[in-house]
């Protein structure tokens, strides 16, 4: 900046010069404040909450499989169809009070017992492969490790793997304590665990799940800014120009200033919903329901040594329809492919510059498609984790407001959660 | 003194009386700061307790560059608001001013400085809007047109005239107050 002298002298006169103001404009201004300690907490409660709604809902999802085991559990046990239901019976007491289980659970394991009895020539047949399967107990301890790739947040976790790790102590114990006596009792809850992880598949279940879900990249962008034509016709641009004869315009000519650009970061979308599942086929299942979607996105225009920064969110509800095919199971292990559609509902958008809310129109209504392959492994029989990493693609919804699905609506994203299977 | 430091670690410890002490070591500053865009009084009470509300529940996003920085922050967002307030109301650029001779410049050593924001205050609003961002504000000319949404041209012409209109004025003053 040049400045003359003059000017620079006013500058140096007048630049920290104070003029009283109104005695009563702080009464106004305080009254117009919110409380202070409100405003803090709120501040920093907003911006962390998406991640721990999804934690919450995680463990919220834990205490409904282990409150729908329990339910179970009290439920009578009268044939081998409701299998799946009471082995499992084990797990979720054991939490409680794990001291005086191994006694409880003798009279427990005995009515199963007779049932079981008759079908012997099946127990044996398939005792050889149980053998494996009780030496297998780093199977069940694996549990924690894999859990820890799959579930979106620390709490779920360590719930999960620590809901699982008992469980794994559980089967582990009796075997240990009551060795004699129990072995063949220990080895038909195996060989029932294993029907029980069997069963179900056949396709006669629903499925209730919770999930998070994260693009896997930022994405960012620079800009260069046009002169205006105006501007640009200001200057003689035709003597700069090669050719001759033609007038240069600047309408035919993009003139970027120097020194100013705008910058785009849009962060990586994050969802979180809850979907139901129904069965179609012993391979074949739908899916729906809600998600919600948070999309960030910064605008900073510089000028300069001058920056203007814009914050936008823009949240989404929207509705998932998917269809998923079962490849392949082993054990409690299941892979799978999810194909669908999704349709996603603007509820809300904001702007703010320098912390004061701008107006901004809502987005339209924005349809994906998506196809994902998915690896379920069942921690339990009823409770499954699972991970999608996916690709999705998001139509141009003709809206003027720019958002990641604008500049990349081919992404890679990944969707964790948890799936309760409900047998019918 | 509570360096701007000190003030910022308070009021992001929650105490309320900081916002207070933040208040009554910029408001002085501000309120020179808005008469120099809005000379009516009444008007720039307006402008200035919408400022201070803007700062005070924004402080918390306020990025802390250095002693100054708050200062700078709080004049920022006054000349901001005053700038949008005259919008409102349809704010104009025209030439009022013929084009003359330069003349001498008038030596602002020995006027009083309220009797300097006082003439400011009187050139008309466009050449004043102009006028401020230039000299106190420090933005370039191009940073003036971006913000009013006028042409570089336009901005440096505007600051011109009101330059040369407010040195006419200062050259009044002088000469009135020598023939006290």
Same mark, same amino acid.
Not at chain 1, 205 to 209: I, P, T
Not at chain 2, 83 to 103: C, G, M, N, R, W
């Given at each position: 900046m040049n400045k003359d002298k003059w000017t620079q002298q006013l500058h140096d006169k007048l630049a920290d010069r104070e003029v009283a103001a109104p005695d009563d404009l702080w009464a106004d201004i305080e009254a117009a404040l919110p409380e202070a300690p409100k405003e803090k907490g709120t501040k920093k409660s907003l911006m962390i909450p998406l991640r721990r709604w999804a934690v919450a809902a995680s463990v919220a999802a834990l205490l409904t499989g282990g409150g729908y085991l329990w339910w179970k559990a009290d439920q009578p046990k009268p044939n081998g169809q409701e299998l799946a239901a009471t082995t499992t019976v084990f797990t979720p007491q054991k939490p409680e009070s794990p001291q005086p289980e191994a006694e409880r659970l003798q009279p427990e394991a005995e009515p199963t017992l007779p049932e079981l009895e008759t079908p012997q020539p099946n127990t044996k047949a398939l005792l050889s492969s149980v053998k494996p399967i009780s030496s297998e107990a780093p199977h069940s301890s694996e549990t924690p490790v894999l859990s820890d790739k799959l579930v979106p947040?620390?709490?779920?976790?360590?719930?999960?793997?620590?809901?699982a790790s008992e469980s794994?102590?559980?089967?582990?114990?009796?075997? !240990?304590?009551?060795?004699?006596?129990?072995?063949? !009792?220990?080895?038909?809850?195996?060989?029932?665990?294993?029907?029980?992880?069997l069963t179900p598949k056949s396709g006669e279940?629903?499925?209730?799940?919770l999930y998070a879900s994260n693009g896997l990249?930022?994405?960012?962008?620079? /800009?260069?800014?046009?002169?205006? !034509?105006?501007?640009?016709?200001? /200057?003689?641009?035709?003597? /700069?120009?090669?050719?001759? $004869?033609?007038?240069?315009?600047?309408?035919?000519?993009?003139?970027?200033?120097? $020194?100013?650009?705008?910058?785009?970061?849009?962060?990586?979308?994050?969802?979180?919903?809850?979907?139901?599942?129904?069965?179609?086929?012993?391979?074949?299942?739908?899916?729906?329901?809600?998600?919600?979607?948070r999309l960030r996105s910064d605008f900073t225009s510089v000028m300069n040594d001058m920056s203007i920064l814009r914050q936008q969110t823009l949240h989404y509800l929207g509705i998932p329809l998917n269809a998923q095919y079962h490849l392949w199971h082993s054990g409690s292990l299941n892979v799978y492919l999810s194909m669908g559609a999704e349709a996603d509902y603007n509820i809300k958008a904001r702007m703010v510059s320098k912390g004061v809310e701008q107006q901004m129109d809502r987005d339209h209504w924005q349809f994906s498609m998506q196809g994902a392959v998915g690896i379920q492994y069942d921690v339990l029989p009823q409770l499954g984790l699972y991970a999608e990493p996916g690709v999705k693609y998001y139509f141009d919804n003709g809206s003027s407001v720019r958002n990641f699905f604008k500049d990349k609506p081919l992404n890679l994203n990944l969707q964790v959660g948890l799936r309760l299977n409900i047998t019918k | 003194?509570?360096?701007?430091?000190?003030?910022?670690?308070?009021? *992001?410890?929650?105490?309320?009386?900081?916002?207070?002490?933040?208040?009554?070591?910029?408001?002085?500053?501000?309120?020179?700061?808005?008469?120099?865009?809005?000379?009516?009084?009444?008007?720039?009470?307006?402008?200035?307790?919408?400022?201070?509300?803007?700062?005070?529940?924004?402080?918390?996003?306020?990025?802390?560059?250095?002693?100054?920085?708050?200062? *700078?922050?709080? *004049?920022?967002?006054?000349?901001?608001q005053?700038?949008?307030?005259?919008?409102?109301?349809?704010?104009?650029?025209?030439?009022?001013?013929?084009?003359?001779?330069?003349?001498?410049e008038p030596d602002v050593?020995?006027?009083?400085?309220?009797?300097?924001?006082?003439l400011i205050g009187q050139l008309p609003t466009g050449y004043r809007v102009v006028f401020n961002?230039?000299?106190?504000?420090?933005?370039?000319?191009?940073e003036i047109a971006q913000r009013l949404g006028i042409t570089e041209g336009t901005s440096s012409s505007q600051f011109f005239r009101a330059r040369r209109m407010l040195q006419r004025m200062i050259r009044d003053y002088i000469s009135k107050q020598q023939r006290i």
């Open positions: 947040a620390e709490t779920s976790q360590e719930s999960s793997s620590s809901q794994v102590s559980e089967t582990a114990n009796p075997t !240990d304590e009551t060795k004699e006596e129990k072995s063949a !009792d220990v080895t038909i809850r195996q060989l029932e665990t294993q029907i029980a992880l279940q629903a499925a209730l799940s990249s930022d994405q960012q962008k620079v /800009y260069g800014v046009r002169m205006s !034509d105006e501007m640009a016709e200001r /200057y003689d641009l035709s003597q /700069y120009m090669p050719v001759s $004869g033609a007038r240069t315009r600047a309408a035919a000519n993009t003139i970027y200033l120097v $020194g100013y650009e705008e910058r785009q970061k849009h962060y990586q979308p994050l969802s979180f919903g809850l979907s139901v599942g129904y069965p179609l086929s012993s391979r074949l299942s739908l899916s729906t329901g809600l998600v919600y979607t | 003194m509570e360096t701007e430091r000190q003030l910022l670690d308070s009021i *992001s410890g929650g105490e309320r009386a900081a916002l207070r002490r933040l208040y009554d070591r910029y408001s002085g500053y501000a309120m020179a700061i808005g008469l120099r865009y809005i000379p009516d009084g009444d008007e720039v009470r307006d402008v200035l307790q919408d400022s201070f509300v803007k700062i005070l529940t924004n402080i918390g996003r306020f990025d802390y560059r250095g002693e100054g920085s708050l200062k *700078s922050w709080v *004049s920022r967002i006054v000349a901001n005053a700038i949008d307030y005259l919008k409102h109301k349809h704010l104009q650029f025209t030439d009022v001013v013929p084009d003359s001779a330069d003349e001498d050593g020995e006027i009083p400085p309220d009797i300097l924001d006082g961002l230039f000299v106190f504000e420090q933005l370039s000319h191009r």
